[in-house]
């Protein structure tokens, strides 16, 4: 199993909703990631996790806040979203080497739309 | 931090002819670079990558550069298809697990 699975593919929720984007993968990847992608742009890191762990915080807003509850999943909750948060949004996962960063798997993403 | 600078932003070649992308890094301790193929509404996937202890790779139709002095590299497809029509990123990246992406070059191959 080569792929990572992301849900929902696509979200519209209002500014006071709370929602979650889930992402899974089997196989045996302990970094994960979350990527925001805009229109004709690329992707902009948000989250890691290495071994379940949050390792790095691109300085993204609290309205998202990530969660690692094991090795094979990945959730990224939102709440007060504004406008400007509509983006693609890429899970991926990886191998941990000890070169840097492997090739990154990523999900379809989930198309979200704030109101 | 890495700054990644891509070039050209879109590229139209006559299929069967050759296209060539290129990046550019400041960080001189960044020593992986992969490039990224995304299709119109699909994920972004690696097609190949060079760490900084190699000058070329190449895999059958692309091939990668890395000239570590200049700071920079270019990606290199052959034999254009249709199916080559993608939106192309680079990536440099140090031993910290953070892709700092160019901004993407749109490849149109022509019939």
């Known amino acids: 199993d080569t792929e990572v699975t992301q849900t929902p593919k696509h979200l519209v929720m209002g500014m006071t909703n709370k929602k979650s984007l889930k992402c899974e993968q089997h196989?045996?990847?302990?970094?994960m990631y979350w990527y925001k992608q805009k229109a004709k742009k690329p992707p902009e890191l948000m989250f890691v996790?290495?071994?379940?762990?949050?390792?790095i915080n691109e300085s993204v807003p609290s309205r998202f806040s990530p969660e690692c509850p094991n090795s094979s999943l990945l959730n990224l909750h939102l709440h007060a979203l504004q406008p400007e948060d509509s983006a693609l949004y890429l899970c991926?996962?990886?191998?941990?080497?000890?070169?840097?960063?492997?090739?990154?798997?990523f999900g379809e993403g989930s198309r979200l739309t704030v109101l | 931090g890495e700054n990644v600078e891509q070039h050209p932003s879109t590229l139209s070649v006559q299929e069967g002819d050759s296209a060539v992308i290129k990046c550019t890094y400041s960080d001189s301790a960044s020593n992986y670079f992969p490039w990224y193929k995304q299709e119109l509404g699909k994920r972004p996937q690696l097609i190949i990558d060079i760490r900084s202890n190699v000058g070329e790779k190449k895999d059958q139709r692309i091939a990668v550069t890395l000239n570590k002095t200049a700071k920079h590299f270019s990606l290199h497809i052959t034999e254009t298809q249709p199916e080559d029509s993608a939106v192309y990123f680079c990536?440099?990246?140090?031993?910290?697990?953070?892709?700092?992406f160019g901004a993407g070059t749109t490849v149109t191959v022509r019939a």
């Open positions: 991926a996962s990886s191998h941990i080497t000890g070169q840097s960063t492997g090739e990154l798997f």
């Open positions: 196989m045996g990847h302990r970094a």
């Open positions: 996790y290495s071994y379940e762990k949050l390792s």
């Open positions: 990536a440099a990246s140090r031993d910290d697990y953070k892709l700092s």
